[in-house]
């Protein structure tokens, strides 16, 4: 069995090293090899493909984005449609197709994916990616799941809550309600919660510091394990009651609701979140 392996590997190397050869006999740099196998040729200019789609959502609908390479942007308003703009872009058309986006809705879900195309194994192996550029316009009244995002994530007010994992990027909530749940990030998160529930919210894996923006007048608990970083507040009725070997105990006015943290290489502050009114009072300050 070894004697096999070893046979095609040694025809695999050789089949390689003739291709070089032939390549470079034909007047080409050897640079170019890899572009010229995967379809990567710089003398193709950019390749670019839009997707513009429109659906009916109902109140609360479920809305998943997942296995995106590039920034995710989500606006919300109060409107009863979801607007989707997809920008994709590669360096030819042969890389545009090693990657898919698919759109998958009803009425109460919208489901947003990117997936791995048709390319040959040349192609996979020395190939770029095409990157995805994901703006949407939602309806507040949604619940939001985004996973496996390669690049910063932008999210407007959600009436709902949020579930976020596997982010290369910074994220950023403008309002989620009832829970969040970040899970794998590598970047800062920022944060505004809205009507905790008991269980409220959970972090875990974060690679970067953590902002939660709480309303006035709410009552929390703060664990957190395994830090690399503080825990601090600038909210009344903050109480720290433990703060040792990287785990923090601490309370906001009566406790009740509850915030976990495991797993932070940075700093979590808990601060108020901005309405209408402290918005006016912080402009009319620096005026």
């Not at 309303?215 to 507040?233: C, F, L, Q, R």
């Not at 797993?263 to 502050?269: A, E, K, L, T, V």
Request: zero cysteines.
């Amino acid at each position: 069995m070894r004697r096999i392996i070893l046979v095609v590997l040694l025809v695999s190397i050789a089949g390689v090293a003739g291709i070089v050869r032939s390549y470079s006999k034909s007047g080409h740099s050897i640079n170019e090899l890899p572009g010229a196998i995967s379809g990567d040729s710089a003398s193709q200019g950019e390749t670019r493909e839009e997707i513009r789609k429109n659906y009916e959502l109902a109140p609360g609908a479920k809305v998943e984005v997942a296995g995106i390479n590039g920034a995710v942007k989500i606006e919300t308003a109060d409107i009863k449609t979801a607007d989707v703009y997809i920008e994709r872009i590669a360096k030819s058309p042969e890389a545009l197709s090693r990657r898919k986006i698919t759109i998958e809705n009803s009425p109460n879900s919208l489901r947003i994916r990117g997936e791995k195309g048709d390319a040959g194994f040349f192609a996979r192996l020395f190939g770029s990616s095409p990157t995805e550029r994901v703006t949407l316009r939602l309806p507040r009244k949604i619940s939001l799941v985004a996973e496996g995002i390669n690049g910063a994530v932008n999210v407007g007010e959600i009436d709902g809550p949020i579930e976020i994992h596997g982010i290369n990027g910074r994220v950023e909530v403008a309002q989620a309600t009832g829970s969040a749940e970040f899970n794998g990030i590598n970047g800062n998160i920022s944060v505004a919660l809205n009507r905790l529930e008991k269980d409220a919210v959970s972090i875990n894996g974060v690679n970067g510091n953590i902002e939660l923006r709480l309303s006035e007048g709410v009552n929390v608990d703060i664990e957190a394990h395994g830090m690399n970083g503080n825990v601090v507040s600038d909210l009344p009725g903050f109480v720290l009651e433990k703060a040792k070997h990287g785990s923090y105990s601490a309370h906001i006015g009566s406790g009740g609701s509850s915030i976990q943290a495991n797993g932070i290489n940075g700093n979590i502050r808990l601060t108020k979140a901005m309405t209408a009114s402290t918005e006016v009072d912080t402009a009319k300050a620096k005026s």
